[in-house]
């Protein structure tokens, strides 16, 4: 293969393969262990995801493939929590100091590889970052052996592998779990329905039968059987809408002349009943951009400061809050993206926080109709992002952004992020949870 490989080239073969494979009658014991295992383990996958977006399970499976889901060395490599890696990639991670937590050291690890940056996981998508992150060496060099990486203890494999670097043996047999196996295991058991609901591709059915006559547009996420949306329009206002309603999805194909178009399914998004039509807290606005630490990934933390600052929590004279945030959390080892670590830090100041991953819109303007401030947490950046919502005016939310202002083709870091309009079709949209009535959200206040 002479050019990039890209998901495009493989979707159509991963998904195949993954439909037709059945795990070996003498593999089952033990891939169902392992499943188990990673599933026991949830709570702390879970940490990884909701800093930077890669689902728990993949999580799981890679550190399983990598480490044999050992917590007390580093994702990378396998060397000691207790440093930074001296095996390749050597020095790692950059920031913090040892000894490391096992997410800590995970989140840089899945950052180095790119995978916060990355937005399909569905089956297809998932088994080309496993085989990625692996290498290509199998598809390159060795076409006639599915990757054992993925495919070993299932009917797409039985021999051939890299027995060392460079050296490949044609009859040597993976004894490790792959990781489509798992899959397989995980989606029997139901966990793989949890990943966010945001359309990952777009399809386009054109109408052959008259000219000026509607085109159908579908939004799909991964491999699932039921879109995400179904809309029929020739208006150009229609067409910009939609794709900017699914703006994180990075594949547009046209349907083939004989696939069978889907039914129309619309987003709902059900407008909540408030004895007031329009809330604008006094919430002081802080830019993350300023912030002395990590000023691009601070977002939380930032939006935490506000809220307290709201509350009259003053902090050090000589420190912004948001970065004595930042160093109160290092300086303890806490994961600086995990929402209820923001909780625990709120409580130390003073401040009550009911952190919710199913919280209604009705909570939410209920609270704001209360005189306190949200964090929202939302796919407004591909790994995620948290904003001050300060109030509402009828069908749009008063909103403090740390980041600057939100535009559907990209942030403007340029402008303030004070006090803006977001609507509540945007947020709906991006919600963490997949459905668009129900959001991740921060319920703060005074203790």
């Known amino acids: 293969m002479s050019h990039q490989i890209t998901l495009a080239d493989l979707r159509e073969e991963y998904q195949k393969l993954f439909d ?6 003498d593999w089952a014991e033990k891939v169902k262990a392992i499943a188990d295992k990673i599933c026991s383990e949830k709570s702390r996958y879970n940490k990884v995801q909701e800093a930077i977006g890669v689902p728990w399970y993949v999580v799981g499976i890679i550190h399983n493939m990598e480490a044999s889901g050992d917590f007390s060395c580093h994702l990378y490599n396998g060397d000691p929590l207790t440093g930074r890696t001296y095996h390749v990639p050597k020095g790692r991670p950059v920031s913090g100091s040892p000894p490391f937590t096992w997410e ?3 989140i840089d690890a899945l950052c180095y590889e790119g995978l916060n940056k990355w937005e399909d996981w569905s089956i297809p998508g998932i088994l080309f970052n496993l085989e990625k992150y692996n290498g290509w060496g199998y598809r390159m060099y060795h076409p006639e052996v599915k990757s054992p990486y993925l495919w070993s203890g ?10 060392a670097d460079g050296h490949f043996s044609p009859t040597a047999v993976s004894s490790q779990v792959g990781g489509a196996a798992i899959l397989k295991i995980l989606e029997k058991q139901g966990e793989l329905q949890e ?3 945001f359309a990952t591709w777009l399809e386009i059915f054109p109408n052959a039968e008259a000219k000026l006559a509607p085109f159908t547009l579908v939004a799909w996420k991964g491999s699932n059987k039921e879109p995400v949306e179904v809309t029929q329009t020739r208006k150009t206002a ?5 794709l900017e309603r699914h703006n994180q999805a990075k594949t547009f194909t046209v349907a083939k002349p004989d696939k069978k178009k889907p039914a129309l399914k619309e987003i709902q998004v059900k407008e909540p009943e408030t004895s007031k039509s329009e809330v604008n807290l006094d919430v002081p606005y802080l830019s993350q951009l300023k912030n002395h630490y990590e000023p691009y990934t601070s977002c939380l933390a930032t939006s935490a400061a506000m809220c307290a600052k709201f509350l009259g929590v003053k902090g050090k004279p ?10 109160d959390l290092v300086n303890k080892h806490e994961n600086r993206f995990v929402h209820d670590n923001i909780v625990k830090l709120l409580a130390i100041y003073g401040v009550s926080d009911v952190f919710k991953t ?6 939410v303007k209920e609270h704001l109709i209360d005189g306190l401030p949200i964090i929202y947490s939302g796919h407004l950046t591909h790994s995620g992002h948290c904003i001050v919502i300060k109030g509402f005016e009828g069908d749009k939310y008063r909103v403090n952004d ?4 939100f535009f559907y083709s990209g942030y403007r870091t340029d402008l303030t992020g004070h006090n803006l309009l977001y609507s509540q079709k945007l947020l709906s949209t991006k919600s963490m949870t997949g459905d668009p009535n129900t959001t991740w959200a921060h319920f703060v206040g005074k203790k």
């Open 358 to 363: 199913n919280a209604t819109w009705q909570e």
């Open 195 to 197: 990943a966010t609901d």
């Open 20 to 25: 037709n494979a059945t795990i070996r009658p």
């Open 318 to 327: 000589d420190e912004r809050l948001a970065d004595e945030f930042y160093l």
């Open 238 to 242: 229609e067409l910009v809408e939609f």
């Open 402 to 405: 740390p980041y600057g202002e």
């Open 104 to 106: 800590e050291s995970a």
């Open 154 to 163: 299932t009917s797409v494999y039985s021999r051939g592998k890299y027995v």
